[in-house]
């Protein structure tokens, strides 16, 4: 690995890169079961096992009827019991929501919409049929989601519904988080020189909704070389798929990480971004597919490294493809940054649904993150003029 190589990337090459990176050091899937799939990804696409639904299924409650009325009742139909035929026109069963529709059935007449009298209904179906036919919602074998697709409590009921009891999936990466920085408290007020931690309490809750296994925070690893080294092995032993470091990605007096990933036999997938804040953001890889994402110390460029580079690269260790960008309208202008992308914290107007910078966005400050629905990303040379509609990497 050479040192310091500043083969900055414009920042789309640097999310192709860390995700191509990620999809190529993919695990082999497992099997679990449905209810310990939540917030996994699909290995493989999740299909029909059988027509959905699996039987002609009455959407009412009434009478499903043979032929022309007046209709004898000859039964009744229950949700969860197979339906005997109906053979003779002018009969009818009485029907229940979510039975089987009876083979030999015309209409299903609605019980608010019939009148009984004896052993006798009358009375007038409405159209379109009051029945879901069989594969209305798919076709036994058909995809119903990609692979990559991050289960979510949805996705799980519909694999239910399709008649899975298992699914093959990506388990999600343990990603372990070590914040560098002896100028760091990890209670009380700042002052004297030293500050609070801004990092330890958000990065693994930021990567728990990135989908990751977030190992409790490292706070603080002490400004020496060794630390950073003994850290860094230590996270490894743990089993960390990636590992996150916050701060020293400079080559200020006591920026240890550069060295530290050289000690390891590091190789730098990206070294820098062309991105405003939050540049001297990094992935390295190790041998063994597992990977260092340093995240700049100053507390909002830490969370654009994350929605950088962390992101996609979780994105690829799991299958999934590389996350979409959503798109803004800009209610007001928005400056770029030069040759840089700029990131622009934003938030969405409720009045206008229009997209605004936020104040206490300096890249030291997190007042205007936390008031943010994400990134407003605005390209390099270029400015973000209100009206304009511009992509938005949304907050996870
Ligand atoms: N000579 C130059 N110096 C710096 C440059 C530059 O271009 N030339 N870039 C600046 C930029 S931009 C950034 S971003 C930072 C990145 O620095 P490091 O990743 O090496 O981070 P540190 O130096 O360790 O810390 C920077 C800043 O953030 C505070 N910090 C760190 N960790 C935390 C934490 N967990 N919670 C709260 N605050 C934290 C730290 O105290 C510093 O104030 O480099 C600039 N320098
Ligand atoms: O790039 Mo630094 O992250 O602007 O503060």
Redesign the pocket.
């Known amino acids: 690995m050479a040192s310091h190589p500043t083969t900055s990337l414009p920042w789309p090459d640097a999310r192709r890169a860390v995700h191509a990176a990620g999809a190529a050091a993919m695990r082999a899937p497992v099997t679990v079961p449905l209810v310990e799939a939540e917030g996994l990804t699909l290995a493989e696409p999740l299909t029909a096992r059988a027509p959905m639904p699996a039987f002609p299924t009455s959407s009412v409650d009434g009478w499903a009827v043979r032929g022309a009325g007046p209709w004898r009742i000859t039964g009744q139909v229950l949700a969860g019991s197979p339906a005997p035929a109906l053979t003779t026109d002018g009969t009818c069963v009485e029907i229940a929501t979510g039975a089987m529709v009876p083979t030999g059935a015309s209409v299903i007449v609605r019980v608010e919409d019939s009148t009984v009298s004896g052993d006798e209904v009358t009375g007038e179906a409405r159209a379109p049929h009051e029945w879901r036919d069989i594969g209305e919602e798919a076709a036994g074998g058909e995809e119903l989601m990609p692979a990559g697709t991050r289960i979510n409590p949805a996705v799980l009921g519909l694999a239910a519904s399709a008649g899975h009891d298992v699914l093959r999936v990506h388990k999600a990466p343990k990603v372990a988080t070590l914040?560098?920085?002896d100028?760091?408290l990890v209670e009380g007020v700042a002052g004297d020189g030293r500050?609070?931690?801004?990092?330890?309490p958000q990065v693994p809750a930021w990567l728990r909704r990135l989908g990751a296994e977030a190992l409790p925070p490292v706070?603080p690893v002490p400004d020496t070389l060794d630390a950073h080294v003994d850290a860094l092995k230590k996270a490894l032993d743990g089993g960390a798929d990636l590992i996150c470091t916050?701060?020293?990605?400079?080559h200020?007096p006591?920026?240890h990480?550069h060295p530290a990933l050289k000690e390891l036999g590091a190789e730098y997938v990206v070294n820098t971004v062309e991105v405003r804040?939050?540049?001297?953001m990094l992935v390295a890889a190790l041998p063994g597919g597992r990977f260092v994402c340093?995240?700049?110390?100053?507390?909002q460029?830490a969370v654009v490294a994350l929605v950088t580079l962390v992101m996609p690269l979780l994105a690829g260790l799991v299958g999934a493809p590389v996350p979409p960008l959503g798109t803004v309208t800009l209610g007001a202008e928005v400056p770029g940054r030069g040759g840089h992308t700029h990131l622009a914290l934003v938030r969405r107007d409720p009045a206008d649904g229009l997209a605004y910078p936020l104040p206490h966005a300096n890249?030291?400050m997190l007042r205007g993150l936390a008031r943010a629905i994400g990134f407003a990303v605005v390209a390099p040379d270029t400015t973000g003029t209100p009206g304009a509609s511009v992509p938005l990497v949304a907050l996870p």
């Open positions: 914040v560098f920085g100028e760091l500050v609070r931690d801004a990092l330890g706070v916050t701060g020293g990605t400079m200020g006591v920026d990480l804040p939050g540049f001297p340093g995240l700049p110390g100053n507390p460029s890249s030291a």
